[in-house]
């Protein structure tokens, strides 16, 4: 709806439990509604996690102290800001309508922080938290994200951090992950695709630290390159990353990760990396992992990760075509299943679109999401001039020749699977 006050046009919109009023020159896109509601979805499980790990904490800590141990070191998480509910950074909030929706529809929220540049925007927050009637939650900040994070990164940090910005988000994320607490809950949204999915490999290298190549699972290459550039960012504090979901929709991919403390589990980070080597003639690809872990049955024993072996040859095994080289990619998991259940039990009605979010989420319970990248299956038969076979036959034939197989929420004609590309190119030479 819009209106005139004071002579200005006024923008009313109404989205999830927010009213909110804005001239026009703030930014708001309606298009985002999936990811506000997602990212509420994914806060309000979080934050039951969240509370209840810092009272088991807690408890742990009385029964330690109680028995005159010594306390691990990492344990409780240092510099939990809140004891009951937790406290999350919008660093860069427009409108503040995440802000507002996040306090009027996540329980066990203590303070939210909405900062926004831009003195244009911080009158808009002011006069929409006012409005909403949640200035006891929501606190408008005039801030450049990176100076408030940095001021932030000593005594009192935050639970959840959300980060929005317009395309790349990679300049926020130095001071993001040392602003926020043990445990705690980054949510980042990149928007420059074009740059992520290849169109600009050098561009890539220069934002990310990682080259983006032009491959079909291009979708999937962005989420891994974004999770690897954050981990990067993370270890040079000791810390490192546990991804909860990872989402590619519309124009953008949208991370949620768990950023912890310890210098003794960064060693493992360059064996949850890996370059790729892509085939520009048959589009096979290759992973390459940065480092192995030295005994993966006996955890506890692993010092370090040993460099892995060069790649052997720099020519396409399946068709002798010239490969390229990109990466580091983030090759560990891009989910955790069990908090992706979490978020189906608590997926309601009430979230505007609901339905999508069941959906992917369903998908993602799926998905092999530790087999890192995917094929199409229209560009697998194009490659070697066969009618498209249907998918079930595909998938059924991986089956049978003992390997698994899923789709991906990226790409109705995904194709992910273990199997070696021998096998894969085999069942679609058999058609
Ligand atoms: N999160 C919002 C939402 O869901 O509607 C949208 C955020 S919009 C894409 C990006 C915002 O970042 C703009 O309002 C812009 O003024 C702000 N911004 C850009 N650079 C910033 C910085 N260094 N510090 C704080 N805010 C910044």
Same mark, same amino acid.
């Given at each position: 709806?819009?209106?005139?006050?004071?002579?200005?046009?006024?923008?009313?919109?109404?989205?999830? &439990?927010?009213?909110?009023?804005?001239?026009?020159?703030?930014?708001?896109?309606?298009?985002?509604?999936?990811?506000?509601?997602?990212?509420?979805?994914?806060?309000?499980?979080?934050?039951?996690?969240? $509370?209840?790990?810092?009272?088991?904490?807690?408890?742990?800590?009385?029964?330690?102290?109680?028995?005159?141990?010594?306390?691990?070191?990492?344990?409780?998480?240092?510099?939990? &800001?809140?004891?009951?509910?937790?406290?999350?950074?919008?660093?860069?909030?427009?409108?503040?309508?995440?802000? $507002?929706?996040? !306090?009027?529809?996540?329980?066990?929220?203590?303070?939210?922080?909405?900062?926004?540049?831009?003195?244009?925007?911080?009158?808009?927050?002011?006069?929409?938290?006012?409005?909403?009637?949640?200035?006891?939650?929501?606190?408008?900040?005039?801030?450049?994200?990176?100076?408030?994070?940095?001021?932030?990164?000593?005594?009192?940090?935050?639970?959840?951090?959300?980060?929005?910005? *317009?395309?790349?988000?990679?300049?926020?994320?130095? /001071?993001?992950?040392?602003?926020?607490?043990?445990?705690?809950?980054?949510?980042?949204?990149?928007?420059?695709?074009?740059? +992520?999915?290849?169109?600009?490999?050098?561009?890539?290298?220069?934002?990310?630290? /990682?080259? /983006?190549?032009?491959?079909?699972?291009?979708?999937?290459?962005?989420?891994? %390159?974004?999770?690897?550039?954050?981990?990067?960012?993370?270890?040079?504090?000791?810390?490192?990353?546990?991804?909860?979901? /990872?989402?590619?929709?519309?124009?953008?991919?949208?991370?949620?990760?768990?950023?912890?403390?310890?210098?003794?589990?960064?060693?493992?980070?360059?064996?949850? +990396?890996?370059?790729? *080597?892509?085939?520009?003639?048959?589009?096979?690809?290759?992973?390459?992992?940065?480092? %192995?872990?030295?005994?993966?049955?006996?955890?506890?024993?692993?010092?370090?990760?040993?460099?892995?072996?060069?790649?052997?040859?720099?020519?396409?095994?399946?068709?002798?075509?010239?490969?390229?080289?990109?990466?580091?990619?983030?090759?560990?998991?891009?989910?955790?299943?069990?908090?992706?259940?979490?978020?189906?039990?608590?997926?309601?009605?009430? +979230?505007?679109?609901?339905?999508?979010?069941?959906?992917?989420?369903?998908?993602?319970?799926?998905? +092999?999401?530790?087999?890192?990248?995917?094929?199409?299956?229209?560009?697998?038969?194009?490659?070697?001039?066969?009618?498209?076979?249907?998918?079930?036959?595909?998938?059924? !034939?991986?089956?049978?020749?003992?390997?698994?197989?899923?789709?991906?929420?990226?790409?109705?004609?995904? $194709?992910?699977?273990?199997?070696?590309?021998?096998?894969?190119?085999?069942?679609?030479?058999?058609?």
């Amino acid at each position: 709806v819009v209106n005139k006050k004071d002579g200005v046009l006024m923008q009313d919109i109404v989205e999830g &439990s927010a009213n909110i009023k804005t001239a026009g020159q703030v930014f708001y896109n309606p298009v985002q509604e999936f990811n506000r509601d997602l990212s509420i979805l994914v806060l309000q499980v979080f934050s039951k996690y969240f $509370i209840v790990e810092k009272q088991l904490s807690k408890k742990i800590q009385e029964v330690v102290s109680y028995n005159k141990i010594e306390s691990p070191p990492d344990f409780p998480p240092k510099g939990t &800001s809140s004891e009951n509910g937790i406290t999350i950074l919008e660093a860069l909030s427009a409108t503040g309508l995440r802000s $507002i929706r996040y !306090a009027k529809e996540i329980q066990g929220i203590k303070k939210i922080v909405a900062n926004d540049l831009s003195q244009r925007a911080v009158e808009d927050i002011k006069r929409n938290v006012e409005n909403n009637k949640i200035g006891n939650i929501v606190i408008p900040n005039n801030d450049d994200a990176i100076m408030f994070m940095y001021k932030h990164r000593q005594g009192q940090k935050f639970d959840a951090i959300d980060l929005d910005p *317009y395309g790349c988000p990679s300049i926020f994320l130095d /001071s993001a992950v040392q602003a926020i607490t043990d445990g705690g809950l980054l949510l980042v949204t990149a928007t420059d695709m074009a740059v +992520l999915a290849g169109n600009s490999p050098e561009t890539c290298y220069a934002k990310y630290g /990682s080259i /983006s190549l032009r491959i079909k699972c291009c979708h999937e290459m962005a989420i891994r %390159i974004l999770l690897q550039c954050i981990e990067a960012h993370a270890n040079r504090y000791s810390r490192y990353i546990v991804p909860l979901l /990872s989402i590619s929709a519309d124009f953008y991919i949208r991370v949620f990760v768990r950023v912890y403390s310890g210098a003794q589990k960064c060693k493992f980070s360059t064996s949850k +990396l890996s370059n790729v *080597y892509h085939c520009t003639g048959c589009d096979s690809f290759v992973l390459q992992p940065l480092g %192995i872990l030295r005994n993966q049955e006996n955890f506890k024993n692993i010092k370090f990760c040993l460099p892995a072996a060069p790649a052997t040859s720099q020519k396409c095994e399946h068709c002798g075509g010239t490969q390229h080289m990109g990466g580091p990619l983030w090759s560990a998991p891009l989910h955790s299943i069990d908090f992706v259940q979490r978020l189906q039990e608590n997926l309601t009605n009430e +979230l505007g679109t609901f339905r999508r979010i069941g959906g992917i989420l369903q998908l993602i319970t799926e998905e +092999l999401s530790d087999v890192p990248l995917y094929y199409t299956l229209e560009k697998l038969s194009g490659t070697i001039h066969v009618e498209t076979p249907p998918m079930l036959s595909v998938r059924s !034939a991986i089956l049978n020749a003992g390997y698994r197989v899923s789709y991906t929420h990226m790409n109705k004609t995904s $194709i992910k699977t273990d199997a070696p590309a021998n096998v894969v190119w085999d069942i679609m030479r058999s058609w």
